[in-house]
């Protein structure tokens, strides 16, 4: 992939500081939230390591970077949202949800319903590499971002997980 395009504001340096007054704090928390998860989308990377000086929290044109309370901050206040969760203790390893696990849950079933994928099964692999799914905003996913997706379905009824002997598959319902 092709260099990652920055919007306008990433260049403002108070952009890096967190701030004080809270309607600036509220704008910048909403303008960081949006640039993790336009970032992860493009990269299409679920993973994201907040220890390390990733070009994301790390501008080195300006000289500036995000500080590590800072990017707790951020990751932290996109869990309550849903676009992200937590992968150990210390807080430095995050998954990054561009679309809720609900709202990749439903993208999968209306995928699964519009083309006829349901009462059949279909490998984990196929639904992210597969021929019949580029194109589809899901293709290229993180396998382990469309299995959460794929359990939030099963609770709801709509799919069955099924474990195959070389990896994973769902029956749409």
């Known amino acids: 992939m092709g260099a990652f395009e920055w919007p306008w504001q990433y260049s403002f340096p108070p952009f ?9 704090k509220e704008q910048q928390l909403a303008t960081w939230k949006e640039l993790v998860l336009n970032y992860q989308k493009h990269m299409c990377q679920a993973l994201l390591n907040i220890a ?3 070009p994301l929290f790390d501008n080195k044109e300006i000289s500036r970077k995000l500080s590590p309370d800072g990017r707790l901050w951020v990751m932290e206040e ?3 949202t849903g676009h992200a969760a937590t992968v150990d203790k210390r807080k430095q390893q995050w998954e990054v949800y561009w679309h809720t696990l609900d709202e ?3 993208i999968l079933y209306d995928w699964a319903v519009a083309n006829g994928m349901t ?3 279909c490998t984990t692999f196929e639904l992210v590499a597969g021929d019949t799914t580029v194109g589809e905003e899901f293709h290229g996913l993180d396998e382990g971002v469309l299995t959460k997706a794929l359990k939030v379905l099963e609770s709801r009824g709509k799919c069955e997980i099924i474990v195959l002997d070389d990896g994973s598959g769902v029956k749409f319902f």
């Not at 890096?16 to 600036?24: D, I, L, P, S």
């Open 16 to 24: 890096f500081t967190v701030q004080v007054h809270a309607k600036t």
């Open 52 to 54: 390390e000086d990733t």
């Open 78 to 80: 996109l869990a309550k």
């Open 104 to 106: 990749w849950s439903n």
């Open 119 to 121: 009462n059949t099964v």
